[in-house]
């Protein structure tokens, strides 16, 4: 018999507080989602208040995974607002947010490790994100084959998407179904084409919008990483959202980044805002690997006539300005977006096409740069 909401919330009325009253009864309880035994919810508190909220954080999701047919529990801390400081306020059940499961994290720092450490992820050698100053430039088609271009190179990949509004790798991948769990507490990735996969868009429906404040955002990423069993990997790819947001500031302080790859397309807003793209990983001391030009030209099938429809060449005259190297650019071509957007990405489904071999020669100056630095600790922010 599949859980209820109902089942939950009684449930959660059985935990009690520190200060008397229960979860429910004290308005606590927000972001209440479930699909198909997966159970996820977050517990507001007053920042200040979590290193004692802890405690009842681990005995609500016991009390949820003693309910029998749930198979998963998210129990998460977040400090949206202030945890009520009168008597608990009348309230029925918690109405839950049609976008999914909330996170957060104690201590009210946004990502933030219990006790203000970075995520320890030992089995993977190297983290690298994959970023763009704007969107639309085709970040994740190149994340994707940037990512099975490094596993054709012979290295074992995983690929983390952590664009939480948009995610897109689930059908980039050809994925479908939801992650389990052996011990309800880490999931299993997801994989096809070699690569393991994590992405929200495992957890929710495709057409179910993400409204969620920054703090749940930033923590979903935290626990798509450090809640998954990625096992032994050389790289691990993190599709990053475009701009230089709270997604970004997060992965940069709380993930030991061995670096980022640039996106840009060749017009000059593009790169303006890739530029600042570069800068804030330059702040935060993350080492910016390379700037890839995408849709560098398009080249006509029929005739072969090449046109610079976005202009051609100003990635590689900014990463000569800002001493960076230049990857590599990447054409416009109907054939790299109908097989990303078909599951099957253009380095598995035509590994000898020229655009194929373009994203495995970038890999390789990619992993190049990474088998020649040692592995990083986590990044030193600085203030100017």
């Given at each position: 018999?599949?859980?209820?909401?109902?089942?939950?919330?009684d449930?959660?009325?059985?935990?009690?507080?520190?200060?008397?009253?229960?979860?429910?009864?004290?308005?606590?309880?927000?972001?209440?989602?479930?699909?198909?035994?997966?159970?996820?919810?977050?517990?507001?508190?007053?920042?200040?208040q979590?290193?004692?909220?802890?405690?009842?954080?681990?005995?609500?999701?016991?009390?949820?995974?003693?309910?029998?047919?749930?198979?998963?529990?998210?129990?998460?801390?977040?400090?949206?607002?202030?945890?009520?400081?009168?008597?608990?306020?009348?309230?029925?059940?918690?109405?839950?947010?049609?976008?999914?499961?909330?996170?957060?994290?104690?201590?009210?720092?946004?990502?933030?490790?219990?006790?203000?450490?970075?995520?320890?992820?030992?089995?993977?050698?190297?983290?690298?994100a994959?970023?763009?100053?704007?969107g639309?430039?085709?970040?994740?088609?190149?994340?994707?084959?940037?990512?099975?271009?490094?596993?054709?190179?012979?290295?074992?990949?995983?690929?983390l998407?952590?664009?939480?509004?948009?995610?897109?790798?689930?059908?980039?991948?050809?994925?479908k179904?939801?992650?389990?769990?052996?011990d309800?507490?880490?999931?299993?990735?997801?994989?096809?084409?070699?690569?393991?996969?994590?992405?929200?868009?495992?957890?929710?429906?495709?057409?179910?919008?993400?409204?969620?404040?920054?703090?749940?955002?930033?923590?979903?990423?935290?626990?798509?990483?450090?809640?998954?069993?990625?096992?032994?990997?050389?790289?691990?790819?993190?599709?990053?959202?475009?701009?230089?947001?709270?997604?970004?500031?997060?992965?940069?302080?709380?993930?030991?980044?061995?670096?980022?790859?640039?996106?840009?397309?060749?017009?000059?807003?593009?790169?303006?805002?890739?530029?600042?793209?570069l800068n804030?990983?330059?702040?935060?001391?993350?080492?910016?690997?390379?700037?890839?030009?995408?849709?560098?030209?398009?080249?006509?099938p029929?005739?072969?006539?090449?046109?610079?429809?976005?202009?051609?060449?100003?990635?590689?005259?900014?990463?000569?300005r800002?001493?960076?190297?230049?990857?590599?650019?990447?054409?416009?071509?109907?054939?790299?977006?109908?097989?990303?957007?078909?599951?099957?990405?253009?380095?598995?489904?035509?590994?000898?096409?020229?655009?194929?071999?373009?994203?495995?020669?970038?890999?390789?100056?990619?992993?190049?740069?990474?088998?020649?630095t040692?592995?990083?600790?986590?990044?030193?922010?600085?203030?100017?």
């Amino acid at each position: 018999m599949a859980i209820t909401e109902t089942q939950i919330l009684d449930a959660l009325r059985a935990v009690r507080l520190p200060q008397g009253g229960d979860l429910v009864g004290a308005g606590m309880v927000s972001g209440l989602t479930l699909r198909e035994g997966h159970v996820g919810f977050a517990i507001e508190v007053d920042p200040t208040q979590a290193t004692v909220m802890e405690p009842v954080r681990k005995a609500a999701e016991k009390a949820i995974m003693d309910l029998p047919g749930v198979l998963t529990a998210t129990v998460v801390l977040t400090a949206h607002r202030a945890a009520p400081q009168t008597a608990p306020r009348p309230t029925g059940p918690a109405k839950p947010h049609a976008h999914g499961h909330a996170h957060g994290q104690p201590g009210g720092q946004p990502g933030a490790q219990p006790g203000g450490g970075r995520l320890s992820l030992p089995g993977i050698k190297h983290i690298i994100a994959v970023a763009s100053g704007k969107g639309g430039v085709g970040k994740s088609t190149t994340a994707v084959n940037l990512a099975l271009a490094l596993h054709a190179n012979g290295l074992t990949v995983g690929l983390l998407d952590a664009d939480v509004y948009g995610p897109s790798q689930p059908r980039m991948m050809g994925i479908k179904g939801k992650p389990t769990s052996k011990d309800g507490k880490i999931m299993e990735p997801m994989a096809n084409h070699g690569i393991k996969v994590m992405s929200m868009g495992f957890l929710i429906e495709e057409e179910t919008p993400m409204i969620w404040r920054g703090p749940m955002v930033m923590s979903a990423i935290t626990q798509l990483l450090r809640d998954v069993n990625w096992g032994e990997l050389d790289v691990l790819v993190c599709d990053l959202p475009p701009g230089t947001g709270d997604t970004q500031l997060t992965m940069s302080q709380n993930v030991p980044l061995a670096g980022a790859v640039i996106v840009s397309t060749p017009q000059d807003i593009a790169l303006l805002d890739a530029k600042k793209g570069l800068n804030m990983f330059r702040k935060v001391d993350v080492p910016v690997l390379g700037i890839i030009e995408n849709m560098s030209y398009f080249s006509c099938p029929n005739c072969g006539h090449r046109s610079e429809i976005f202009a051609h060449g100003g990635a590689r005259r900014e990463a000569e300005r800002f001493g960076v190297d230049f990857l590599g650019e990447i054409p416009l071509d109907i054939a790299i977006r109908e097989t990303s957007d078909g599951g099957n990405p253009i380095v598995v489904s035509d590994p000898k096409s020229p655009h194929a071999a373009a994203y495995r020669d970038i890999a390789q100056k990619v992993w190049a740069k990474l088998s020649g630095t040692a592995q990083r600790q986590g990044p030193r922010i600085v203030i100017q």
